[in-house]
């Protein structure tokens, strides 16, 4: 079937080439729409229509290599695992493919949440600054306390009839924490833009996210923008909410904290792979980070 530019959240399964399992249907999923996939070995390029409610993918179980592009773009690459997210502002369609990279079937779940529930959630958390407050699109992140609530929704999405009361009461909680953990201020100003284009913080961000434990350079970063390094560096951060060097060192201390938790390394070679030859250094990083020294959130893990 012909694929539009734009489409509502509860038609955006239409649109996926994977198999959708179970869909989210009835009183219950009125306001949080919630449809689980498995998805085939690899695909071709599929076009994504463009929603009016940001979307998340969770990634349920499997492996797979992600690549995503604004029309005419560059084509953005992830590796994604259980636990893995994407959020997606609408705004614009995009293209995407992918790959399976293990043996367990790639299953994942989309969840979007009615914009009055987003902008009820925006006035409690950024109060009279919402109307400045826009989420950000995130590719390939991961994030523990969103995987316990997206649990608890599939839990619901599996039953033989979900709470509506439960459904809503995550879909708040879920809302709250985007905007908590996701959101960016934007202020207008009288030359234009005050950020950068959509496609353009995505391009960058996932270069970054490929060499964090590079040196970090702004002219390099500005260069691939196309930006002075003053212009780029307020571009950037009216676009994130974080200086390009503080998200650098955020990209590096997330890194670590995944091979703290998940790999018997030393404090000392994640040190080296984050790219601080001085573990004291790191060290200093990390517990302004997490509060914590790496040997401390090591064992609390």
Excluded at 11 to 18: A, D, I, M, V
Aim: with cysteine; net charge positive.
């Amino acid at each position: 079937m012909p694929i539009p530019e734009t489409t509502s959240a509860e038609e955006l399964k239409h649109y996926h080439s994977g198999k959708c399992l179970i869909a989210g249907v009835g009183r219950a999923w009125k306001e949080v729409k919630a449809f689980f996939y498995v998805q085939p070995e690899s695909s071709g390029i599929q076009h994504v229509p463009s929603v009016n409610e940001p979307i998340l993918h969770w990634v349920k179980s499997g492996e797979a290599k992600i690549q995503e592009r604004d029309l005419g773009g560059p084509w953005i690459f992830s590796r994604v695992r259980r636990g893995s997210f994407f959020l997606t502002v609408g705004g614009s369609s995009y293209d995407c493919r992918w790959n399976v990279l293990s043996k367990e079937p790639f299953q994942f779940m989309i969840v979007s949440i009615d914009l009055a529930i987003l902008q009820e959630a925006l006035r409690e958390v950024i109060g009279n600054n919402a109307d400045c407050a826009r989420l950000r699109n995130i590719s390939g992140f991961e994030d523990e306390a969103l995987n316990t609530l997206m649990e608890q929704l599939y839990a619901e999405l599996i039953r033989r009839k979900a709470s509506r009361t439960c459904v809503m009461s995550i879909g708040r909680m879920i809302a709250v924490h985007l905007i908590r953990n996701y959101t960016t201020m934007t202020r207008p100003t009288p030359h234009g833009n005050s950020a950068l284009p959509g496609y353009k913080l995505r391009q960058i961000t996932a270069w970054m996210a490929e060499h964090f434990a590079e040196n970090f350079k702004l002219d390099q970063l500005a260069a691939r923008a196309n930006q002075s390094k003053f212009h780029f560096h307020r571009l950037f951060k009216n676009a994130t909410g974080t200086a390009p060097s503080q998200y650098h060192i955020q990209l590096r201390m997330n890194a670590a904290k995944r091979l703290l938790r998940e790999t018997p390394k030393s404090v000392m070679e994640i040190s080296l792979e984050m790219g601080y030859s001085n573990p004291s250094h790191f060290a200093r990083l990390f517990r302004r980070d997490t509060g914590l020294s790496p040997s401390d959130y090591r064992r609390q893990r």
